[in-house]
Each structure stands twice: as structure tokens, then as C-alpha cells.
């Protein structure tokens, strides 16, 4: 069977900033190769025409945002109590003391300690450079939500990195648009 | 202070090592995504039929609509021109539209083509009960069969005849004939090279045989312009008739109708303007869609593709062209209007809707529709009534005024709309971005359902009934009734309440 010319540039050229794209999005590499993967099948199994190596990548990376939201409320139904107790009597992971010795460290554990859901819509609007609307779009979210959680995450980060995190931007107006 | 970008970006640069894909990830995530790609297909059609069954449709036409696209040409509704075999009949009528591409063009102007679809005894044998020269097919229209299907036919015709030992290599669905029997065309990876596209049309057989149907290389040889795809395709198999809309690597459009039985093809529309959705109607054709420079039409074409009725051509701007409630649905920049499927009689254009409204069109049937219109800023939303002679009646209940609306949507619930949209106090739009407001316009009377929450609601239609996905949460639907049930939920602690939500929407 004939290999798939974009996907075959994406590996070759595009796989390991993929999967550091994935990473900034799940926290973990073994959860970012797997997330990269997905997303790759999710994407080249629907017969889709891109017409550059950028706009085939920008569709993988709103992918593997949507792909593991997805995994992350798949679960959620058969085991919705448990996750619920879960959410309601543990706390969510802080950053280890010695890991905000290190920057990077520390930023990594301070977006591993973000809900899945915040961690992505944090990743899209600002290292995917997604618009709110596009944000919601790829996760299934209100604009609402994805304004609520960016605040929130950019809130956490600043609280957890001991800075003023920020994210100056122009405010999107939305008027009379459905979804 | 840090810049998030930077700080994300920074990130991304230490995840990103350079290494690369490892090996055999390439070939897995190729295998998984065909794979992926037959398994969908197949469930959509298996979804797609299911919904022709209730309507007591044997052929289920699998594909998108019509849709509108740029560009300037003008409606042609009679540019009919038939085989060799076949004289060009008359178009019954002729719109005042002006015709454009009435037969010559890029498509050339008839086509002679002899197609013969292939056939063999074993063939037969493997898909009748009973073995013989007539292939039987169906579970939906039991004894439908394609006649004529005759070995000597075949041999003559096409040579490569009956079961095809090599399967296509990239299959896609366009039609389904019964539940389990599908149209499937080998499309040797046409979205990846297009160069390289259709080569041939297959009926697939529930044990994964293939049969060859349309070779689409003698097609194009009637047609004079290499095969793009197809777009669109409906099968008659009692009649053993189709109608493809196909796409030339031109980009050039052609509406074309195959009888199988003897290889006859007429070729009933040549233009680069129309985007065409084919489905049958018992055993007439229903053709309708777009131009690109978005004019809908819409017709129906007789079961031997010898005349048309064309009275339904209309012209609006920028329009797609649904079908709802047993009518097709004309959507424009101008608003809504709807033709009975039965009779396309171009009098049976009801004055569009007004130019000014957003609105959604939430439930249509045989009176008119129901639609939710708001607009950008100043006044409010509100549910109206149109009935199809144009009538516009504010209906049900009456609109609220609450502030300047900037998201909204809506579904119909029971005899009126649930509606939700979300309001800004003041000029800022982030003001106050995550309160939205419901509302159910009700013949009775407008019940508002004014509870603040921090959550989107996002509703979308089912059957006979509203489901709101719940972003926070999960799916949830509403009854007619006013019932609410939750389908799905997903991590996170706030559906505690949203239990308290759905007793406020318990409101039936």
C-alpha cells in the first residue's frame, strides 16, 4: 500500500517536535509518543488533503490535544465515581521542592499538575498559537471554557512557578456565532 | 514576569530531542488508519442505512451535500445529453434561468460508453440463493436484482468479469445497496495523489468479495476527461441504474446516469459549477445542490433518465440545500425556504426570511419550521414560526429581552425551542462570558430557565428529542417531555451540579 507522502514527511521531519508538543500537552513522554500516535491514525485514517508540511502539523497538534482530552473523558464513564472521588479528595500533584531548583523542571511538573482539559487549552492557545474559538472547536468546548480554563491554568502556573505568568493577547469578541 | 509562550515553547524544545520515529511506527500507523478508515465507513453506512430503513429506502446515498463555492457561472437546468444509443430527450421544462454547458464543454457532448459492469456465474452464485444469471441482492428491497448481467455481456464487454481476486486497495463507501452490500470505490489513494484516483467502481459483498461494477476507465474514454472521483452515487439496484456525480481531475463536475444492464450512460449535467447530491425517491431521482456560485437546484429525474422535472429550479444566493421532513430545504443569505419533495414546483418558493437574522432553522415538518434567530447586538433572540407560504409568526412564546446576546443556539424541544444563549452585561464581551440563559418558547408561554452557571451548554439535534453536551460533564438529553437524562459523563467534579442543573431543566 502506498505510504501517505505527508505522513511520511511528518515522520521524517516533524515527528520529534511532535511528540515535544505532545509532551507540553500530557505532562509525560510515554503519554506524548502514544498522544503523537493517535493522533497520526486519527488524522491519516480520514482522507484529508493538506496543502503544506505547516498545515498538515497544526492539524496533528489540534489532534493530539482533542485525542487526549478524549482518552481522558473515555474513562470517565465506567469509572466516573472513582475519578470523582479521585478529583474531590486528592490533591492535585504540587511541584516537588527540589524540582523548582530547575526551570524547566519545575514548569514541567507545573503543567503536570494542571487538569487535563487546562493543560490543553493552555497548550493550543499559546504554544499552538490557536484562536479561543479554534481552541474550543478542537476540544469540544465552550469559548467560555476555554477562557475559563486558560485564566485558571495561567493562574495555577503562575502560583506554582512563584511568577507572574501572563499572556497579553487581544480580546476575541464573538458575536451571534453558533457552534 | 514570564511570557507563557516562551515558557511553553521552551518546553517544547527540551521534549523535542530530535530523535526519530521509530521504526515500524511508520507502517503501524498506517496499518491502524486503514484500518480506522473501513471500520468508520462501514459503521456510518451501517447508521446511514438504518435511517433509510425507517424511511423504507433500499438505496441510502452516503456522501456530503450540496455545497456552495465561489465562483460565477449561471444555473443550467436542462444541459441534458444522452448516449449514442439514446436520442437526447427534451427536458420537460426550462426555467428561466439561462442555461450554460448544455452538452458541450470539457465533458464532451454525448457519451457512447459502453459500460458493462462484470458478471460470472460464480458471482451469482455467491450472492443469489439460487444460482443463475440474475444477481440478487437485498435485505432492505428483497428480489432486487440487476438484470442482464450476462456472462457473454461481460466477457465481450469488460473481459476481467465477476469476483475480482485483488481487492481495492483503498476503499471507500459511497452507497449501499443493502445493509451489508455496499458500493465501494478504489480510490488508489485519490486523496494522497490526485493524480492517481478513481480507477474503479466494486460491490462489495457482506464476505468482503468484490465484484467489479463500473470500470470508470472506460467512462472517462466516453467522456473525454480523466476521472477525479465521485462525489455522489446512487444506486437502483432493482432497476440496475446509477447516478454519479463525479469530479474530473479538472475540477470539472459531470452528473451522469449508467444503466448497467446495457452499458447505456447519459450524461444529464456538465458543468465546473454544480455540486450535486443524487438520492432516490422510489424509483425516480431526487438530484439537488449547488452551483459555485451558489445557486441551489434541485429536481427530479425519471427512472430511466428520459425527463426531467425541472420546475423545481430556483436561484438564491449562497444557498445549500437540505432535506428535512420529506422537503428540501433551501438555506441562503436571504433565510429559509422549503419545496415539498413530492412536487419541486418552483411556485412552492416561499418567500424567504428575513436578510437581517442569524437564525437556525430547529425543527421542520409539513406546516413550516421552526427557527431561533438573534441578532449581533441590541435585541433578543427569539423563536419564530415560518410556514412555508412565508408567513412569519412570532412563535412559540415570546422573546426576552436580557442583554446583548453573543453566543447562542437552540433545538427544538417538544411542540417549541429550547434555546440557550449567553449574554454580556455591558459593552464587554468577557464581562460576564459564562452565563448563559435558557429559555423554552412554548406555545403555553415562554418559560425562562434563568440559571447561571460557569458551564457551556451546547445542544445539537436528535431524533425527537434535544442533547445538550455538557462540556464539563458529558452528554445529556432531553425528552419531549422535558425529562432530562445523562448519557455520558467524564471526569470532573462539577456534575454534582449539574445534577442541581437538570432539576432545574425537569421542567415538562
Not at chain 1, 130 to 135: A, D, K, M
Not at chain 2, 156 to 165: D, F, I, L, N, T
Request: net charge negative; glycine share 10%.
Amino acid at each position: 500500500m502506498r505510504q501517505d507522502p505527508m505522513l511520511t514527511r511528518l515522520l521524517d521531519e516533524r515527528y520529534s517536535a511532535l511528540v515535544g508538543y505532545a509532551v507540553v500537552v500530557t505532562g509525560a513522554r510515554p503519554d506524548a509518543e502514544d498522544a503523537v500516535h493517535d493522533a497520526l491514525i486519527s488524522v491519516f485514517s480520514r482522507r484529508r488533503k493538506f496543502q503544506s508540511l505547516q498545515h498538515a502539523e497544526g492539524y496533528v497538534k489540534r489532534a493530539i490535544a482533542s485525542r487526549y482530552i478524549d482518552s481522558k473523558r473515555s474513562g470517565a464513564s465506567r469509572a466516573a465515581r472513582e475519578l470523582r472521588s479521585y478529583v474531590r479528595d486528592t490533591p492535585r500533584v504540587a511541584p516537588a521542592p527540589e524540582d523548582q531548583a530547575s526551570g524547566d523542571a519545575a514548569l514541567v511538573a507545573a503543567m503536570r499538575s494542571l487538569a487535563p482539559r487546562v493543560r490543553a487549552c493552555v497548550a493550543l492557545r499559546y504554544l499552538a498559537d490557536q484562536s479561543i474559538v479554534e481552541t474550543a472547536r478542537a476540544l469540544g468546548l465552550s469559548d467560555g471554557a476555554v477562557k475559563r480554563y486558560t485564566a485558571d491554568g495561567l493562574a495555577a502556573l503562575s502560583t506554582q512557578l512563584g511568577t507572574d505568568v501572563t499572556a497579553p493577547e487581544t480580546a476575541e469578541v464573538i458575536t451571534g456565532g453558533t457552534r | 514576569m514570564s511570557d507563557i509562550r516562551e515558557l511553553l515553547h521552551g518546553m517544547q524544545r527540551d521534549a523535542d530531542t530530535g530523535a526519530d520515529a521509530p521504526a515500524g511506527l511508520r507502517a503501524s500507523i498506517q496499518r491502524m488508519a486503514r484500518r480506522r478508515r473501513v471500520t468508520r465507513e462501514v459503521a456510518g453506512g451501517s447508521l446511514a442505512v438504518v435511517a433509510a430503513g425507517a424511511l423504507a429506502w433500499g438505496v441510502v446515498r452516503i456522501g456530503d451535500g450540496g455545497q456552495a463555492a465561489p465562483a460565477g457561472i449561471s444555473m443550467s437546468p436542462s444541459p441534458m445529453s444522452s448516449t449514442a444509443a439514446t436520442p437526447t430527450p427534451e427536458p420537460t421544462v426550462t426555467p428561466s434561468i439561462s442555461p450554460s454547458g448544455s452538452g458541450d464543454g470539457p465533458w464532451g457532448d454525448s457519451s457512447s460508453t459502453m459500460l458493462v459492469p462484470a458478471t460470472h456465474q460464480a458471482a451469482n452464485a455467491a450472492l443469489s440463493p439460487t444460482a443463475g444469471p440474475t444477481l440478487s441482492i437485498g435485505v432492505l428491497e428483497p428480489a432486487i436484482s440487476f438484470a442482464g448481467w450476462e456472462d457473454a455481456q461481460c466477457s465481450s464487454m469488460v473481459g476481467a468479469c465477476g469476483r475480482v481476486e485483488a481487492p481495492p486497495a483503498t476503499r471507500e463507501i459511497l452507497d449501499r445497496v443493502a445493509p451489508e452490500w455496499a458500493v465501494v470505490a478504489d480510490l488508489v489513494n485519490a486523496a494522497w495523489a490526485p493524480d492517481a484516483p478513481l480507477s474503479a467502481l466494486y460491490l462489495a459483498s457482506p464476505e468482503g468479495d468484490f465484484y467489479t461494477l463500473l470500470d470508470t476507465a472506460a467512462l472517462e474514454s466516453g467522456l473525454g476527461v480523466p476521472m477525479g472521483t465521485v462525489r455522489d452515487l446512487a444506486l437502483n439496484a432493482r432497476a440496475g441504474t446509477m447516478v454519479l456525480e463525479m469530479i474530473g481531475q479538472g475540477g470539472q463536475n459531470a452528473t451522469v446516469f449508467v444503466d448497467l444492464s446495457t452499458g447505456r450512460t447519459t450524461q444529464l449535467f456538465f458543468s465546473d459549477s454544480w455540486t450535486t447530491s443524487i438520492e432516490r425517491d422510489g424509483d425516480s431521482w431526487l438530484v439537488w445542490g449547488a452551483t459555485t456560485d451558489g445557486t441551489p437546484f434541485g429536481a427530479r429525474l425519471a427512472p430511466d433518465a428520459q425527463s426531467w422535472d425541472v420546475d423545481g429550479m430556483w436561484a438564491v444566493k449562497d444557498g445549500q440545500v437540505e432535506r428535512a421532513a420529506g422537503r428540501l430545504i433551501v438555506r441562503s443569505d436571504l433565510g429559509y425556504v422549503g419545496l415539498p419533495q413530492s412536487d419541486l414546483s418552483i411556485a412552492n418558493v416561499t418567500a424567504p426570511t428575513s436578510a437581517s437574522e442569524q437564525c437556525e432553522v430547529v425543527k421542520a415538518n409539513d406546516d413550516g419550521l421552526l427557527r431561533y434567530c438573534a441578532t449581533d447586538a441590541g435585541s433578543a433572540p427569539a423563536g419564530q414560526r415560518v410556514a412555508w407560504d412565508g408567513t412569519v409568526s412570532q412563535a412559540p412564546g415570546a422573546p426576552i429581552l436580557v442583554g446583548v446576546p453573543y453566543w447562542r443556539s437552540a433545538v427544538a424541544l417538544g411542540d417549541g425551542i429550547l434555546a440557550a444563549y449567553r449574554y454580556v452585561n455591558g459593552d464587554d464581551p468577557t464581562d460576564n462570558p459564562d452565563v448563559p440563559l435558557y429559555e423554552w418558547y412554548r406555545p403555553s408561554g415562554t418559560t425562562v430557565i434563568d440559571e447561571p452557571s460557569a458551564f457551556g451548554l451546547y445542544p445539537s439535534r436528535v431524533d425527537g428529542a434535544a442533547a445538550w453536551v455538557l462540556p464539563e460533564t458529558g452528554v445529556a438529553v432531553i425528552g419531549g417531555d422535558g425529562t432530562w437524562h445523562q448519557l455520558a459523563e467524564w471526569a470532573d467534579d462539577s456534575d454534582l451540579q449539574y445534577a442541581h442543573h437538570a432539576s432545574v431543566l425537569d421542567i415538562g
